[in-house]
């Protein structure tokens, strides 16, 4: 009992450390950090075979993995890229899939060390932050995440204490000073894990009304877009940089604008992979005469800006290189349709499993939902390396958590049929004994 509760507590003291000194980065293949190197350090016991075999889920993500590793290694072969950019990309892959086999091994023997994870994150940020602490930018990637991390933290803790009414309340709250603070995109996903615990359990149980629950929430959701607008407009809500985006577009009611505005990477990396279809590009590959940066600025602004853009291609490092801005079109950009189309079967995958995964009544809901969400937007609107930087962890939550509640399916469904039989046993006994009676008293009367 002494050695279990030693090895519990040693497992989460290493996860702890492992996730902190994730921020702490050295540059060997591209920048790597001291975790990942770990990670690769330790590889040949992550990688045992009978390990990646022993369940099915584990064995479908390796195939998946393995198949987007392959498309990346054929389209670097055939478009002849230097080494230094291709090993950078499969770096990329090969530490995103050891992260999750690491992180998916240990969660699930201690699902507490989800919250160490969480808590590790809190501190990495603190210690070692993303990028520098300037004014317009502070709070969306340094205090943002931060805070974001610590929200989920409380969550787990309010379930636990059966306060969920004030957990989807102070989701809703955060996710309006996370918008006020331009920090768009995060406090939407925090809003709609509010609205998702305030009104998705009910609309699965009668799944008739899905359809409207739907419509709604469409209807809901441009209707506060308007007024959002409206009140960056008026100088009333948003920071800065809302004014200075939205007031610069023809048509800023039109969400499709917005996002045009806001992600034009995601867009320009449409064209980027129809010319080269195939085999793509090449990971990291410059933007050699500026067409695809030019295209940005026409979308973000309207028109080039000649001068800026010379000088990116001047200065060269990943500026220079062709946007995208998105783990899909990324791949896409990068290794053409194939891999694409292999990452997207990746993606797909854990979106299902974390679908089927849903508990309502569990203290990790608010986590998995947050999940779910930030994998669905960093896939279309986030840069590839969020494959290895967010990916695993999240990965690793919902295969876990799928596992947990479908193993608790079985039980209740093992114990309902030990039930049944117990029943029909007692009931065969029962009839048994009436047969033992009746004849008993037929051959007394006789």
Not at 56 to 68: N, P, V
Not at 104 to 118: A, N, Q, R, W
Not at 275 to 299: L, M, R
Not at 400 to 412: A, E, Q
Request: proline residues 3%.
């Amino acid at each position: 009992m002494s050695t279990f509760v030693f090895d519990k507590l040693n497992n989460r003291i290493l996860i702890f450390l492992f996730s902190v000194l994730g921020g702490l980065t050295v540059n060997l293949i591209g920048i790597i950090s001291v975790s990942e190197l770990y990670i690769l350090l330790i590889s040949p016991w992550i990688l045992r075979p009978e390990k990646l075999k022993s369940e099915k889920s584990l064995l479908t993500a390796t195939i998946l993995y393995s198949t987007y590793l392959c498309c990346q290694l054929l389209s670097e072969l055939v478009v002849g890229n230097s080494l230094n950019n291709w090993t950078r990309g499969i770096a990329v892959t090969i530490i995103s899939f050891l992260t999750f086999i690491y992180l998916y091994d240990k969660i699930k023997k201690d699902k507490l060390l989800i919250i160490i994870y969480l808590s590790g994150l809190i501190v990495r940020e603190y210690l070692f932050p993303t990028m520098e602490e300037e004014v317009d930018v502070a709070f969306k990637f340094h205090y943002g995440p931060m805070l974001l991390n610590a929200l989920l933290i409380v969550s787990y803790f309010l379930l636990k204490e059966q306060r969920r009414t004030l957990a989807i309340i102070l989701f809703y709250v955060t996710g309006f000073v996370y918008i006020a603070l331009d920090s768009r995109s995060m406090g939407l996903t925090i809003f709609f894990v509010g609205l998702i615990m305030q009104f998705g359990e009910s609309a699965l149980r009668n799944r008739r009304k899905i359809m409207r629950w739907t419509l709604v929430l469409i209807g809901l959701s441009y209707g506060l877009y308007v007024i959002y607008i409206a009140a960056v407009l008026n100088k009333v809500y948003g920071g800065e940089h809302s004014y200075s985006q939205i007031s610069q577009m023809e048509q800023p009611y039109n969400p499709l604008n917005l996002l045009k505005t806001g992600r034009a990477e995601f867009f320009v990396a449409f064209e980027a992979i129809s010319d080269a279809p195939f085999f793509g590009h090449g990971t990291w590959a410059s933007d050699k005469n500026g067409k695809y940066i030019g295209k940005v600025f026409e979308y973000q602004a309207g028109q080039i800006n000649e001068e800026y853009l010379y000088q990116l291609l001047s200065e060269g490092g990943n500026y220079a290189t062709i946007p995208s801005h998105s783990i899909i079109m990324g791949a896409g950009v990068n290794n053409g349709l194939l891999a694409l189309l292999a990452i997207t079967a990746l993606i797909l995958f854990f979106i299902w499993k974390c679908i089927q995964a849903m508990d309502f009544n569990s203290p990790f809901i608010f986590i998995l939902t947050n999940s779910l969400l930030t994998i669905v937007w960093s896939s279309l609107f986030s840069p590839l390396p969020h494959l290895k930087n967010i990916f695993p962890f999240l990965f690793s939550i919902i295969l876990v958590l799928y596992h947990k509640k479908m193993n608790g399916i079985k039980l209740k469904l093992l114990l309902l049929s030990l039930f049944k039989k117990k029943e029909v046993k007692q009931n065969s006994e029962n009839v048994d004994n009436t047969h033992f009676t009746n004849t008993k008293e037929c051959n007394f009367q006789t």
